[in-house]
Each structure stands twice: as C-alpha cells, then as structure tokens.
T-cell receptor
C-alpha cells in the first residue's frame, strides 16, 4: 500500500506570494491533518479534514486554509507569505477521525525569501 | 486548548542502557497518546501509542506508561542501540470525533557507543 504522498517536496517563494501544497493520503484513509514544523516551535497542528469537512483547527491566522476533495486528497494554501512561514509542512492521514494512528508524509519544505 | 510538556530536551545514554522520556498534558479530555520518532531529514514515524483506558503498553524494547490522574505519560526504551538515536515526540489527541495532535517539543536522544 502506498504511503502518504506530499507534493512538491521543496518550494521557494517570495514574500507576499501564495502557495498551495498537496497531500494524497493512504488509500482508504479519510482523515487528513496538516502540521507546521519549525526548529523553534516544533510540530504545530494547523487543521484536520474528514470527509471533505474541516473538523478541527489550530491557532494559525486566516492566511492558512485548506480543503479536502471527495477522493480524500487535501490541499493547503498559504496566502500573503511571510518570512516566518518558512517551515516543513507535514500532512498525516488516518483511517478515521478521532484518536487513530496517523501516518505522516515526507513533507514539503517551504522557504520564503 | 491542550498543552503538552516534554522532558528532557536532550538525553544522552550509553549503548545498552535504558532511556526514559516524560510528558505531561493539560486537558483531562485527551484520550489518545502516540509517540513518534523522527530521524534527521525524515518524516515522523509512529513507534507506539496508548489510549486512556490502558495503563501500560509494550512492544519489544519500547514501552509506554500512562497515569491519567497525574496527566503524565512516559516512553521507556530498554537496551538502547545506535539506531535509536533520533528525536522523539510525544503527543496528545482529544479524539472524540475530531483529530489533531498536540505535540511536545521533542527529545533528542543520543546513544553513546
């Protein structure tokens, strides 16, 4: 069974631009969560989608948004990029929502210059 | 919201000795506690998890204990080996129909030969 796939692996963007990251969960998994990982703040929860609905949201500004499609693939969008948005963005998929094993993708390394 | 504290931030042990990493959580509604191992440049990988209706769980050299009253859980690694060197993260999830993990800041485990 294929694992969680994130694209692209690396991105370099300029301040003020926007970016869209993609996550394909493990086949059959319906929950996708997104996390931001930085050396200073560690792993921080962004949001979770289950059956195309956002179920939970972390403490991030409205510039961070996401969506989930009917095939469970998810996208995350960051608008008006800031230097502080530079991070590794990880998505994790779970079979169901609510305290089930989460499997992470390799992440997208975003650098804002 | 949930807050997870993890200690120590760095742990150095001799090969063959045991390692213990401790975490506390703040929300008594949390009911799922996974541990992840992240090697340099790789994705976090689930190594063991425990639910709030269980006090202890073992998997070969790895064990996790949970004290719901104290809101405290720990990871125990016995007979440490060089390949155990990595950053370990504890996390807590409320479960109950919505996902989203709150992570500790991580412990850098160093196995000295």
């Amino acid at each position: 069974k294929a694992g969680v796939t994130q694209t692209p692996r690396y991105l370099i963007k300029t301040r003020g631009q926007q970016v869209t990251l993609s996550c394909s969960p493990i086949s059959g998994h319906r929950s996708v969560s997104w996390y931001q990982q930085t050396p200073g703040q560690g792993l921080q929860f962004l949001f979770e989608y289950f059956s195309e609905t956002q179920r939970n949201k972390g403490n991030f500004p409205g510039r961070f948004s996401g969506r989930q499609f009917s095939n469970s693939r998810s996208e995350m969008n960051v608008s008006t990029l800031e230097l502080g948005d530079s991070a590794l963005y990880l998505c994790a998929s779970s079979l169901e929502s609510g305290g089930t094993e989460a499997f992470f993708g390799q992440g997208t390394r975003l650098t804002v210059v | 919201g949930e807050n997870v504290e993890q200690h120590p931030s760095t742990l150095s042990v001799q090969e063959g000795d045991s390692a213990v990493i401790k975490c506390t959580y703040s929300d008594s509604a949390s009911n799922y506690f996974p541990w992840y191992k992240q090697e340099l440049g790789k994705r976090p990988q689930l190594i063991i998890d425990i639910r709030s209706n269980v006090g202890e769980k073992k998997d070969q050299r790895i064990a996790v204990t949970l004290n719901k009253t104290a809101k405290h859980f720990s990871l125990h690694i016995t007979e440490t080996q060089p390949e155990d060197s990595a950053v370990y993260f504890c996390a807590a999830s409320m479960g109950g129909g919505a996902d989203g993990l709150t992570f500790g800041k991580g412990t850098h485990l160093i196995i000295q030969p």
